[in-house]
């Protein structure tokens, strides 16, 4: 499993199944900010929009085309 400690208060790990909840309300309640920057912002307009994101995500590491971590 993939897991990078940045610092004392944050890491970097997979995303897994059990967080979509999670990270579908830290998307939602930074979305006018990310917007900016992220054009799939406005098409995530549910939890299961990231349980999809994260189901791509760990076929894309089992395809060994890459991975996303959050």
């Not at 830290?26 to 189901?55: A, G, P």
């Not at 791509?56 to 996303?68: A, E, I, K, R, T």
Request: aromatic share 14%; hydrophobic share 35%.
């Amino acid at each position: 499993m993939f897991y990078f400690k940045l610092n004392d208060d944050s890491e970097l790990r997979l995303l897994e199944p059990r967080n979509a909840e999670k990270l579908f309300l830290l998307i939602d309640k930074s979305r006018y900010y990310l917007r900016e920057w992220l054009s799939w912002v406005d098409s995530t307009e549910k939890v299961s929009d990231s349980e999809d994101f994260i189901r791509d995500s760990l076929n894309q590491l089992g395809n060994d085309n890459g991975f996303q971590a959050g």
